[in-house]
């Protein structure tokens, strides 16, 4: 893409494969297929806490980087909600009930490294927070309707962003538009958001073949 294009516009071609195949993983066809019990869904929500929590810890250590501090809303931060999550889910002992794949902790040591760079951190939170804004949602639905969560269970799905939704997911486009990046960095944010789909991908197929779903990635 020639370099008059909006970097949103480019970092969304250049991610569509990847984020198709993170779609039709075992593990999500299954839970927007229905298949999955609640307990298979907070096997899921336990390696949010892990994958949110390397997020949120770069979050705060780039707090005073010009260009990282345009993507952190303190609306957005996950970590609560999925503490309250995982203790309706789990009970009050949720903290030593739950434990890391080791996919998810391969995935927490990449978001440290590559998030030593402003650059390398935006492509991890644009890969989770992005897509939690717009796929999320239909996670969102589903645990209403299939598991009656509403508030307790699902709160990691609710975003209270000033603008609602649309006006987030503007807010971060234009962010993504005018971070200022030369071409060479548009390019490591590209490699490193993909690593950041992968690393996703790789989290759900370990889920599905612990529940035994196979993992058609
Ligand atoms: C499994 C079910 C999924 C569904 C149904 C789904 C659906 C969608 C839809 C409809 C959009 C477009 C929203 C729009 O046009 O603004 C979207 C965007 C996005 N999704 Fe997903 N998604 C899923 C899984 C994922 C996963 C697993 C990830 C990453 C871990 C992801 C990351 C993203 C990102 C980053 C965007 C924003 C793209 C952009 O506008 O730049 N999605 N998703």
Request: one cysteine or more; aromatic letters at 10%.
């Amino acid at each position: 893409m020639d370099t008059a294009t909006p970097f949103s516009a480019e970092l969304r071609a250049a991610t569509r494969k990847e984020h198709e195949r993170a779609e039709r993983t075992g593990y999500m066809e299954a839970l927007l297929g229905e298949r999955l019990d609640l307990g298979a869904y907070t096997r899921l929500a336990e390696q949010y806490y892990f994958i949110y929590g390397a997020l949120e810890e770069r979050a705060d250590a780039l707090a005073d980087d010009p260009i990282a501090s345009r993507f952190t809303e303190p609306e957005l931060r996950r970590v609560p909600a999925l503490e309250q999550d995982l203790a309706h889910l789990i009970g009050p002992d949720w903290r030593e009930r739950i434990a890391p794949v080791p996919a998810t902790e391969s995935y927490v040591r990449r978001i440290r490294e590559a998030g030593r760079w402003s650059g390398g951190f935006v492509a991890h939170h644009y890969t989770r927070y992005l897509g939690d804004v717009a796929g999320g949602q239909v996670i969102r639905r589903l645990l209403a309707q299939r598991y009656g969560l509403v508030d307790a269970g699902a709160a990691f799905y609710r975003f209270d962003v000033a603008g609602g939704l649309p006006g987030f997911r503007k807010r971060y486009r234009d962010s993504l538009d005018t971070a200022g990046w030369s071409q060479v960095e548009r390019e490591r944010v590209i490699v490193e958001t993909c690593v950041a789909f992968e690393c996703n991908v790789a989290v759900f197929n370990a889920l599905a073949s612990e529940l035994d779903l196979g993992s058609a990635a």
